[in-house]
């Protein structure tokens, strides 16, 4: 099941709300919760969520024995955390090693379970919080299978701390306007999703499906840059309905983007893209391997290795390394010339430079990203950059994906990828900007109503990490 389904959208989550509603009691709406979010994951493979039990079974254990006064802390801290790898290391990367050893894959026996790579994660904070401080310690197991397992953010983030989100699973509140900021919310996740990155997803898509040796320059570009536009409406969108969803149950995620194709330099970006994975790993990985506490090169190193496991994360593939190391590349090589960096950013010429700077690494290595193999992914940069002249077949592909509307969208997402709404709410006060607000919803729910019953939706694309 997923959120810009008929199925969720007009069944699941109207009687999950009514439910919750009529349901007294913070603890026995938490196990209403539970049960909500385990039928949600069992919509998506029921033979996986013996997976997402085990997970959380386990943790709840080793967390109570970190939780215990005794000389062994650090022991049961790296059974937990190694067991959690493992799980996710046989799921993911076993057919990964395998195919580098040449050895059969066995992808049909251990299918990837929906969002393991966002449970696992979860698990390893409440494990490594409950660490550092005993009073984390959660003795009531329907608690942490919230934790770890609420469907708002189970399959796709945002990735909530333990230490941020723990007092909310025994302390929250739902008021009328939580309920309608939620619902709003919810929307504008839908209407990125439905109108924004779908549009941008039939001319990327369209693009990746042809032969790399007929695109032409221009074509390859626009590949590129619609799977910008798609990845980050799709991704935010996500974000966006995950964060309005738990709003209508009380609680409050943290924000995953921030206009992150404004940035001027790759350290920027990933301040605003993706910021609750960039902080679990500054958190659970960068600290603890020394940061930058080391001088510069030991920073370089740290950021290496933050960043390979970045983009190992994404994906068990050389295509998703090679995005990650390319992305640590550039974070090292800025964190040794921040200086002059600085400098550059003092002058106006100096920020367009530095922001078209950014903008070339990034859609480059989505390029990467997106490609289905190495070789796939380095013929499609070949062609953005051999300034190839369209040929007939390229300027009919063209023509026939780029359609208006398309295009009209596509041209909307460009907009919306820059910070218009804080610049609206900031000359719209007070009721107008409600006004405002409200009325832009109904209309997105309107236009997502027609996008939905056209019959065509798609997964996220982060459900498969």
């Keep these: 099941m997923v959120f810009n389904s008929p199925a969720f959208l007009f069944m699941f989550l109207p009687i999950s709300c009514a439910l919750y509603r009529l349901v007294p009691g913070r603890r026995a709406k ?20 013996p997976v997402l039990a085990l997970s959380a079974v386990w943790n709840y254990l080793l967390g109570l024995l970190l939780g215990r006064e005794n000389g062994r802390r650090g022991l049961w801290r790296t059974v937990a955390v190694l067991g959690d790898l493992a799980l996710l290391g046989v799921y993911k990367y076993l057919d990964f090693a395998l195919s580098i050893l040449g050895l059969p894959a066995l992808s049909r026996a251990l299918p990837l379970p929906l969002g393991i790579s966002f449970f696992t994660f979860h698990a390893v904070s409440y494990i490594v919080d409950v660490y550092r401080d005993r009073s984390f310690c959660q003795r009531r197991f329907d608690s942490l299978f919230l934790y770890i397992a609420f469907f708002p953010r189970l399959l796709a983030g945002p990735i909530v701390r333990y230490k941020e989100g723990a007092s909310q699973l025994d302390d929250r509140s739902v008021t009328a306007e939580d309920a309608v900021a939620g619902l709003r919310r919810l929307v504008l996740g839908m209407a990125k999703k439905l109108l924004l990155s779908e549009s941008a997803a039939a001319v990327a898509n369209g693009v990746y499906a042809l032969a790399p040796e007929t695109v032409s320059t221009s074509l390859a570009w626009l590949g590129a840059v619609s799977y910008c536009l798609q990845i980050f409406f799709d991704f935010s969108g996500y974000s966006d309905m995950a964060i309005g969803l738990g709003r209508l149950f009380g609680f409050t995620f ?27 790993f500054t958190d659970y990985l960068y600290i603890p391997l020394g940061g930058s506490r080391g001088g510069k090169w030991l920073a370089v190193r740290n950021k290496l290795i933050v960043f390979f496991c970045t ?3 994404h994906g068990a593939g050389w295509t998703f390394i090679l995005w990650g190391l390319w992305h640590g590349l550039f974070v090292s090589l800025e964190g040794l010339a921040k200086d002059w960096l600085d400098a550059l950013r003092r002058k106006g010429a100096g920020r367009v430079l530095l922001h078209a700077y950014t903008l070339l690494v990034v859609i480059t290595g989505f ?17 953005m950059f051999a300034f190839r002249a369209g040929a007939l077949e390229s300027a009919l592909a063209l023509r026939a994906l780029l359609t208006p509307a398309r295009g009209a969208f596509m041209g909307l997402g460009v907009l919306f990828c820059l910070p218009v709404g804080k610049r609206l709410a900031s000359r ?19 236009l997502c109503v027609l996008a939905l019953s056209g019959g065509g939706f798609s997964p996220f694309i982060y459900q498969q990490f």
């Excluded at 921030?258 to 679990?280: G, I």
Aim: aromatic share 16%; net charge neutral.
């Design 311 to 313: 983009g190992l994360w």
């Design 254 to 280: 943290p924000e995953n983007f921030d206009y992150p194709y404004v940035s001027e330099t790759l350290s920027e970006f990933w301040r605003r893209w993706h910021m609750s994975l960039n902080r679990w």
């Design 428 to 446: 719209l006060e007070g009721d107008r900007w409600e006004i405002a607000k409200n009325a832009a919803a109904l209309l997105g729910l309107l």
């Design 30 to 49: 938490n196990i209403l919760l539970c049960v909500l979010s385990a039928l949600f994951y069992a919509f998506g493979g029921l033979a996986q969520l």
């Design 367 to 383: 390029v990467m990203f997106r490609a289905v193999s190495l070789s796939q992914g380095f013929m499609l940069l070949g062609r």
